[in-house]
């Protein structure tokens, strides 16, 4: 077995992104939207247990920019969240048979590479593991060793589907910037506590410039 993985990251249609935040954001949703993404998919490309990220979208506004930071895009079926996932991870299992496969939401605009690195080092322990959001409610990461079914359960109270499922829960110290997701104004504040990336960090300050 492998023990580098391939990241399945979903990146929704971006009229539909992130509309808790757009009140705060009005039309720099879209633009905030694909900054998230960019700095989710370059913090998981930078981990050194990562091999490839697969970002499913049907989106071309994100398609592009993520596709240039390297990761590999496929066409989202537009049958729901769990459907893009599995559909990410069928493309990886033909790709790379042998090696672990996950999902990984596409707003963690704090993500730490190290801190991913703990995760996938404990998830690579069990047949299957996911992350709590910082609510304990929602869900971050999940992921499955090779040969193992690719059951993803992401959507509202998804901590309690992902155990429900027989799923490892992981909450090792040090992973903040993995389990702090941005879905409202609040996120968002406590991700930039936490330290923004910096597609992120751009268009916040430019929209919130700092004190």
């Known amino acids: 077995m492998s023990n580098r993985w391939s990241l399945v990251i979903p990146v929704k249609t971006l ?11 009005g039309p720099h949703r879209t633009r905030l939207a694909v900054a998230v993404a960019c700095d989710t998919v370059s913090a998981a490309l930078s981990c050194p247990v990562v091999e490839r990220v697969i970002v499913v979208t049907a989106d071309p506004a994100a398609a592009g920019p993520l596709a240039a930071l390297g990761a590999e ?3 989202d ?8 996932l599995r559909t990410g ?23 730490r590479p190290a801190e991913l690195a703990v995760v996938l080092a404990s998830a690579a322990e069990f047949d299957q593991a996911f992350v709590p959001d910082a609510l304990d409610v929602g869900t971050t990461f ?3 060793r090779p ?65």
């Open 15 to 25: 009229v539909a992104a992130k509309t808790r935040l757009a009140a705060a954001t």
């Open 73 to 75: 895009v496929v066409p």
């Open 77 to 84: 079926p537009d049958r729901g969240l769990n459907t893009a």
């Open 89 to 111: 991870a069928a493309h990886a299992a033909r790709l790379a048979p042998g090696s672990l496969v996950g999902a990984l939401q596409a707003d963690l605009p704090a993500l």
């Open 142 to 144: 999940y992921g499955v």
């Open 147 to 211: 040969g193992v079914p690719f059951t993803p359960r992401f959507g509202g109270e998804s901590r309690a589907r992902h155990l429900a499922g027989g799923a490892k829960e992981l909450c090792p110290d040090g992973i903040e910037s993995v389990r702090r997701d941005v879905d409202t104004p609040d996120d968002l504040r406590a991700a930039r506590a936490l330290g923004l990336g910096p597609h992120t960090a751009a268009v916040v300050e430019e929209l919130w410039p700092a004190p």
